[in-house]
Every structure is written in structure tokens, then in C-alpha cells.
């Protein structure tokens, strides 16, 4: 496999239990998170499910401080891969329900230039999150293009929404009744651009559209 594609991808695989009413309060704050580790997988009987959403601007952040709980080292030394913003048709105001964050960093395997990757999935909704790493991916000749975090902290995932929604997503949203979910990602070596794609799928009739927002 040339990439990671989920959390599943990776060697070592965690995930915790969060308290989503104040994780990101405490995290603003500067108090290191509580992270209450449970058994690989979603959990069958989560204590949380509440509606709750955060911005890009809070997802990067809260990535950062579980990077440095997790893996105990500096995040700042790992590039932005690719990241994906998720919330349903009926709530497009920018405050997404979930996020899905990889990193990338080259190193040296056997003589050979490889990226080790780490992925974050946050879930505050279920009060969830999980991680995967210590994996190592083929190095192509060009190498991965970063996310640059400029641009998206500049032009911001609920931005994209924003716009996307003015361009024909909302009058995709009044013909499902809102029956739908919506995808902000960004993925610039997959898609060989550093724009937004916005994609609202359907939930009944299975329809989607999507949208290319430029991120500067």
C-alpha cells in the first residue's frame, strides 16, 4: 500500500474516551488532555452523544496537544498530509462534527527514504478519538506535497463550506430535505492540488456532488 487510507492502516493502533464538554476548554487552557484508553475500536456502549462542533482552527489544535500526549515528541516536525472536516446537511454552519488529520515525516529505513505517518481521528460527538502510527510508507521520487498550514489557517475548512454552499450546495441540500452529509478535505499529493474539495453526499437517493475551493 503506497498510503495510509484509514486509522486501520497503521502498526500501532489506540484510542480513548474523552469528557467532549470540556476537552477543548482544557486544552485552551494548557491542561494536558485525560485520555481514557479503551480497547481497539469504536466502543459499543459510549457514554457521549451529544451534539457537538469545532472548528478547524480547534481540531488543529487539539491534534497538536494528542500528538505530544501520545507520541511524547514534537508535531511541529511532522507535515501536514491530509485532512478531512465531516458534518451532516442539516448542521453547514463550519462547526464539524468530526475530523480525520495525517502527518508525514521522511526518515531513513535500511538506507532507504521513507515517510513515517501518524493519523488522528476525533470524534467529540461520541466523545472519541483514535490514533494510528509507527508505520512507514514508500518515499515517491517527487516526494508527498504538505498542506500548507498558512493557507488553511487563512482560508479555513468552514471558509470552503461557506462558499461552497453559495456555489450550488445549498440547493443540493433543499432537494435531499437535508438528508445528507457533507466532507470539507483537502489531500494535496492525492489530488494533485492544494485546493479544498467539498463533497455533499445523499443519504437516501445516494446522489453527490462536489466542489473545488482554492485555499489561497
Known sequence: MPYPISTGSFFTIGSAIIEPTTFLEDIKNGKEPLLQQVQEGFPEDTPFIMSIGWSQKDYLEIAHTIHKVIWKDDP????????????????PSGKFENADLY????????????YSVRNILIEPEYGYIAW???SKYPRPILGWTKIEVKNILSLPAEKALELTDQQGGSEFR?????DCRITVNMWPWGYDRSDWKVGYSGDVDLKNIEFWIPSK
Open 103 to 114: 502527518y508525514y515525516q521522511e526518515v531513513q529505513d535500511n538506507g532507504k527514504r521513507k
Open 132 to 134: 494510528g502510527g509507527d
Open 76 to 91: 511541529d516536525e511532522w507535515h501536514l498530509y491530509r485532512v478531512s472536516f465531516y458534518t451532516s446537511c442539516e448542521n
Open 174 to 178: 433543499n432537494k435531499e430535505n437535508n
